[in-house]
T-cell receptor
Framework: DAKTTQPPSMDCAEGRAANLPCNHSTISGNEYVYWYRQIHSQGPQYIIHGLKNNETNEMASLIITEDRKSSTLILPHATLRDTAVYYCIVRDRPSNDYKLSFGAGTTVTVRA | DAGVIQSPRHEVTEMGQEVTLRCKLISGHNSLFWYRQTMMRGLELLIYFNNNVPIDDSGMPEDRFSAKMPNASFSTLKIQPSEPRDSAVYFC????????????FGSGTQLSVL
């Protein structure tokens, strides 16, 4: 029962912005959008999360559409080290929902 | 901050043997998660602890699997007896309200049961 839909893979040129889409058309009002990534042979790593407003941190920016049915994770200047599987996860506030359910994610390959 | 520490990094064992995976939480974290990752099933939540108490073990596949938190900073996941289909990467992760419930994952244990 997937709450999100992501493309299975995408390529990106080193130094360019990588825009990763995610559809979550059934998202409810209390649910947040989280992004994690998993570099090969490592555990998943938190990137960013948001509810309604766009968010930015040192790793990425998160753009959420006004109807909240989709979002885009932006890696502003992709490097080879950004090659990873990126997971978009919809989750209620942690006090209501402790579970983080990972789907198949998007395999992003950054090419030199 | 050393992060979540898992040991061993790799484990190779024979079918029927007991396997114990270990996890040290980040200091101050009070939630602990065990996940399993395979190519076929992806990342699956096995069990969740909060304040040392198991809250949800619905993901534990069989009675052969058991998990404990003997204290606030340490957890074990035991498989007895192990079977080839248990071969996977096992991750533990910890979180706390202070970090807005972001999960911090360890590097995982690659388990191979022959």
């Amino acid at each position: 029962d997937a709450k999100t839909t992501q493309p299975p893979s995408m390529d990106c040129a080193e130094g360019r912005a990588a825009n990763l889409p995610c559809n979550h058309s059934t998202i409810s009002g209390n649910e947040y959008v989280y992004w994690y990534r998993q570099i090969h042979s490592q555990g998943p790593q938190y990137i960013i999360h948001g509810l309604k407003n766009n968010e930015t941190n040192e790793m990425a920016s998160l753009i959420i559409t006004e109807d909240r049915k989709s979002s885009t994770l932006i890696l502003p200047h992709a490097t080879l080290r950004d090659t990873a599987v990126y997971y978009c996860i919809v989750r209620d506030r942690p006090s209501n929902d402790y579970k983080l359910s990972f789907g198949a994610g998007t395999t992003v390959t950054v090419r030199a | 901050d050393a992060g979540v520490i898992q040991s061993p990094r790799h484990e190779v064992t024979e079918m029927g043997q007991e396997v114990t995976l270990r996890c040290k939480l980040i200091s101050g974290h009070n939630s602990l998660f065990w996940y399993r990752q395979t190519m076929m099933r992806g990342l699956e939540l096995l069990i969740y602890f909060n304040n040392n108490v198991p809250i949800d073990d619905s993901g534990m596949p069989e009675d052969r699997f058991s998990a404990k938190m003997p204290n606030a900073s340490f957890s074990t996941l035991k498989i007895q007896p192990s079977e080839p289909r248990d071969s996977a990467v096992y991750f533990c992760a910890s979180s706390s309200r202070a970090t807005n419930e972001k999960l911090f994952f360890g590097s995982g244990t690659q388990l191979s049961v022959l």
